[in-house]
C-alpha cells in the first residue's frame, strides 16, 4: 500500500525542483548506463528513449519519469513563478512538496509514474501547475509532487 504526505515549501521553489527531477534518481537504470548490456543493445535503447522522448518536456516511461501536470516539466520553474507573479502572490509559502511512496516489489517504474501523475490530475485538477518525479534511487519506488501554491 502506497503511503502519501504532503508539506509547505517556503523560500526558493527551484531547489525542491532540482531535487525531484534529479536525473540520477529519475532514469530507469535498467535503460540508461546498464552494465550488462551489449554497446548494440545499448544503441537500440537509445534509439527508443529519443524516439520515446518528445518536444514538450515529458518522457514516456523510457529515459526519465518526470511528467509536467498544467506545466511543462522542463518549464516547470518559470512558469510556476509567472504564475505568482501575475497574482501578486508571492508570499512565504511558494509550494508543497508531496511524496507517495510503495513497498519495494509492489509496482513498476511506469505503473508508479502514472499513478502518480492520475493522482496529481485528480487531486489538483486542471488548476495547479505540478510536477511528478519518479525516483528509482531506492528499493522503494517513490514520486514526489511539486505544487505550485498558486492556481
Same mark, same amino acid.
Not at 133 to 139: N, R, Y
Given at each position: 500500500?502506497?503511503?502519501? +504526505?504532503?508539506?509547505?515549501?517556503? &523560500?526558493?521553489?527551484?531547489?525542491?525542483?532540482?531535487?525531484?527531477?534529479?536525473?540520477? /534518481?529519475?532514469?530507469?537504470?535498467?535503460?540508461?548506463?546498464?552494465?550488462?548490456?551489449?554497446?548494440?543493445?545499448?544503441?537500440?535503447? #537509445?534509439?527508443?528513449? !529519443?524516439?520515446?522522448?518528445?518536444? #514538450?518536456?515529458?518522457?514516456? &516511461?523510457?529515459?526519465?519519469?518526470?511528467?509536467?501536470?498544467?506545466?511543462?516539466?522542463?518549464?516547470?520553474?518559470? !512558469?510556476?513563478?509567472?504564475? /505568482?507573479?501575475?497574482?501578486? /502572490?508571492? #508570499?512565504?509559502?511558494?509550494?508543497?512538496? &508531496?511524496?507517495?511512496?510503495?513497498?519495494?516489489?509492489?509496482?513498476?517504474?511506469?505503473?508508479?509514474? !502514472?499513478? &502518480?501523475? /492520475?493522482?496529481?490530475? +485528480?487531486?489538483?485538477?486542471?488548476?495547479?501547475?505540478?510536477?511528478?518525479?519518479?525516483?528509482?534511487?531506492?528499493?522503494?519506488?517513490?514520486?514526489?509532487?511539486?505544487?505550485?501554491?498558486?492556481?
Amino acid at each position: 500500500m502506497a503511503v502519501t +504526505k504532503i508539506w509547505k515549501i517556503e &523560500g526558493w521553489l527551484g531547489d525542491s525542483l532540482i531535487y525531484i527531477e534529479n536525473p540520477e /534518481k529519475t532514469r530507469n537504470p535498467m535503460v540508461v548506463g546498464n552494465p550488462n548490456l551489449e554497446k548494440s543493445q545499448y544503441q537500440a535503447m #537509445d534509439d527508443v528513449i !529519443e524516439y520515446a522522448s518528445n518536444d #514538450d518536456g515529458e518522457y514516456h &516511461g523510457m529515459e526519465r519519469f518526470v511528467t509536467g501536470v498544467n506545466c511543462s516539466a522542463d518549464t516547470a520553474r518559470a !512558469e510556476m513563478i509567472a504564475t /505568482k507573479e501575475a497574482f501578486g /502572490k508571492n #508570499d512565504s509559502i511558494c509550494g508543497y512538496h &508531496g511524496i507517495q511512496s510503495f513497498m519495494p516489489g509492489e509496482v513498476t517504474p511506469e505503473i508508479a509514474h !502514472e499513478i &502518480g501523475v /492520475k493522482l496529481a490530475q +485528480k487531486m489538483w485538477g486542471d488548476h495547479f501547475q505540478i510536477v511528478v518525479a519518479t525516483h528509482l534511487d531506492h528499493d522503494h519506488i517513490h514520486n514526489h509532487f511539486i505544487v505550485n501554491s498558486v492556481a
